[in-house]
Structures are given as structure tokens and as C-alpha cells.
């Protein structure tokens, strides 16, 4: 139930093209659907994150599409550039409160990106 | 710049031997995490922390300890270190969620080797 799957686990994209990431869920409890990306010898960065009363969010080349009935959410990276090359995580936050009242995210195990020139 | 500072960048032990990771963030965050990484594996969850004082288990505490003695620092404490924790570890630090600007800040990581 807190689990969050991520696939592809590694994923070869041409320069020019689309990336797609894909995450389901089965907890309806989680609120927030973040996406992180983490270059080598990095630690995650925040991508872009969306709720799940919307949709779509979009910013620049990212987009997250949601679907909550299917319990599913994507990353699409649109004109794909070699320096997108990088692992990304989906992740989902729970607003179970437990211990203390924390809310914690839950990582899917990550995709690895590369982009051809 | 701001942000969270992992200490040290690199590690290695000898099986049996102790060690602190120190984390220090400089965002008033009240929330702050620490995770292990793995080829694989993604990113799991040790222990976490919701304040000053305050700890609670994540999804792979055994053989971890942690202390937030103050509400910037949050150590990560090795007792006995063994083979299987070599790692790469990763502090977080967040805001709690009633904030519009949540997210994660995660530091640079420390890896760490244990022979």
C-alpha cells in the first residue's frame, strides 16, 4: 500500500525526443506526486511536482500527467537533450499521520535517463 | 549558499567500527530524513525526524542510530558498521506539508564503504 512503482528502470532516448516515465500507486491517501532528478555524484533536486486534483502541470519541457481513477502518474520530457541524462524518482506523500505527525514521501526506485546526441 | 550540508563526502571502515554522519540544514525546515542509496534499490528511509528532539524509524533502521539535539543538526550514527551498509547515504530536509512551498531538500550525499 506505500509502495510507488516506477518503470522503465533505464530508458535510451534520442536527442529531439519524447521521455516518458510512468508510476502507479495503490494508496488513495497520498496527496503530492513529486518528481525528482539526481545527476552522478548528486543528490535529488525537486523537478516538478503536481496534486491530484489537476490533471496536468507543465513547466517548460516537463510535464506530469495525472490519472487519478487509474492511480497512475507520468513524467514526459519533451525535446529530450543530453543533458536530461540523469536518474529521475517519482515519489508520493502520505497524509497518514503516524509517529509523531510526519508526513513522508515514498520513492519509487528510480529511472536511469540517457539522451543520445 | 543555502541548503543542506552533508559531512563527510567520503568514508571508509573497518567492519565494526563506529561513525556520525552529520547533517545540517539552514532553511528553518522542522522536517528532516535520512536515506540510503542503492543500485536498484531507489531511496529507503532510515529514520526521520518532525522537530527538535524528536525521532522516529524509517523502512531500514537496524544497525542505525540518529539524535536531533538542535533543530538544524540531524546526526546519523553507525554503531557496528557492517559490509552491508555500504552505501550512499542522503540527508533531506522539508517545510511540513501545510506549506505551498513543500518539497524536499536533499544534500550531496555521503558515500560510505565499509571493509
Known amino acids: 500500500q506505500q509502495q510507488v512503482k516506477q518503470s522503465p528502470q533505464s530508458l535510451i532516448v534520442q536527442k529531439g525526443g519524447i521521455s516518458i516515465i510512468n508510476c502507479a500507486y495503490e494508496?488513495?491517501?497520498?496527496?503530492?506526486f513529486p518528481w525528482y532528478q539526481q545527476f552522478p555524484g548528486k543528490g535529488p533536486a525537486l523537478l516538478i511536482a503536481?496534486?491530484?486534483?489537476?490533471s496536468e502541470k507543465k513547466e517548460g519541457r516537463f510535464t506530469i500527467s495525472f490519472n487519478k481513477s487509474a492511480k497512475q502518474f507520468s513524467l514526459h520530457i519533451m525535446d529530450s537533450q543530453p543533458g536530461d541524462s540523469a536518474t529521475y524518482f517519482c515519489?508520493?506523500?502520505?497524509?497518514?499521520?503516524?509517529?509523531?505527525?510526519?508526513?513522508?514521501?515514498?520513492f519509487g526506485k528510480g529511472t536511469k535517463l540517457t539522451v543520445n546526441p | 549558499n543555502a541548503g543542506v550540508t552533508q559531512t563527510p563526502k567520503f568514508r571508509v571502515l573497518k567492519t565494526g567500527q563506529s561513525m556520525t554522519l552529520l547533517c545540517a540544514q539552514d532553511?528553518?525546515?522542522?522536517?528532516m530524513y535520512w536515506y540510503r542509496q542503492d543500485p536498484g534499490m531507489g531511496l529507503r528511509l532510515i529514520h526521520y525526524?518532525?522537530?527538535?528532539?524528536?525521532?522516529a524509524k524509517g523502512e531500514v533502521p537496524d544497525g542505525y542510530n540518529v539524535s536531533r539535539l538542535k533543530k538544524q543538526n540531524f546526526l546519523l550514527g553507525l554503531e557496528s558498521a557492517a559490509p552491508s551498509q555500504t552505501s550512499v547515504y542522503f540527508c533531506?530536509?522539508?517545510?511540513?506539508?501545510?506549506?505551498?512551498?513543500?518539497?524536499?531538500?536533499f544534500g550531496s550525499g555521503t558515500r560510505l564503504t565499509v571493509v
Open positions: 533531506a530536509s522539508s517545510y511540513s506539508s501545510r506549506r505551498t512551498d513543500y518539497g524536499y531538500t
Open positions: 515519489a508520493a506523500r502520505t497524509t497518514f499521520i503516524t509517529q509523531g505527525g510526519s508526513e513522508k514521501l515514498v
Open positions: 532553511m528553518n525546515h522542522e522536517y
Open positions: 525526524s518532525v522537530g527538535e528532539g524528536t525521532t
Open positions: 494508496n488513495t491517501a497520498f496527496d503530492y
Open positions: 503536481i496534486r491530484p486534483d489537476v
